[in-house]
T-cell receptor, first 112, second 113 residues
């Protein structure tokens, strides 16, 4: 069965530091992968998506993610974190039934 | 540019009461979804409508019903609310079902006493 694992429930980084959020997926075929961000009291906003092609994808707000088939990973990165990046981040895979399967989320706290 | 609009934003119900959550999208999307979000459990799919005129169960459908009123609107009904249905409910839409990003509303925060 398809699944998504985000190993880190909570991460704290200092403003200006680099960020990497981990995502591992279980999927038999070529996965369609997404990263979403959820600010407090808001819905989920799509950051970026991977369907095929270049394994390094660029998204909004300065985020990027790298697809590594050999590691079944799709980690999200940002070179320099801003206080406004504090939010919850969800990785998701589109399953062969057409549904999105979400990880449990990683909460990012940014220290001044 | 509204996207996906959910009403109401907040609601408190008593156990046994009924309630309909409304969702409308203005992106001409074919597919619509209802999720619930609970702490530590991510998002779980309740029901979805792959296209106008069809609805299907998701991961946690018990206690809920849905209606795809037209291409724009997809409602979620709780016939007899239970405390276990206290949650944040999100509606989402996508251009078509499968391998597409979904666009989310801002959610309905529902408390059942």
């Amino acid at each position: 069965a398809q699944s998504v694992t985000q190993p880190d429930i909570h991460i704290t980084v200092s403003e200006g530091a680099s960020l990497e959020l981990r995502c591992n997926y279980s999927y038999g075929a070529t996965p369609y992968l997404f990263w979403y961000v959820q600010s407090p009291g808001q819905g989920l906003q799509l950051l970026l998506k991977y369907f095929s092609g270049d394994t390094l994808v660029q998204g909004i707000k300065g985020f990027e993610a790298e697809f590594k088939r050999s590691q079944s990973s799709f980690n999200l990165r940002k070179p320099s974190v801003h206080w406004s990046d504090a939010a919850e981040y969800f990785c998701a895979v589109s399953s062969n039934t057409g549904k999105l399967i979400f990880g449990q989320g990683t909460t990012l706290q940014v220290k001044p | 540019n509204a996207g996906v609009t959910q009403t109401p934003k907040f609601q408190v119900l008593k156990t046994g009461q009924s309630m309909t959550l409304q969702c409308a999208q203005d992106m001409n999307h074919n597919s619509m979804y209802w999720y619930r979000q609970d702490p530590g459990m991510g998002l779980r799919l309740i029901y979805y409508s792959a296209s106008e005129g069809t609805t299907d169960k998701g991961e946690v459908p018990n206690g809920y019903n849905v209606s795809r009123l037209n291409k724009r609107e997809f409602s979620l009904r709780l016939e007899s609310a239970a405390p276990s249905q206290t949650s944040v409910y999100f509606c989402a839409s996508s251009e078509r079902h499968g391998y597409q990003p979904q666009h989310f509303g801002d959610g309905t925060r529902l408390s059942i006493l």
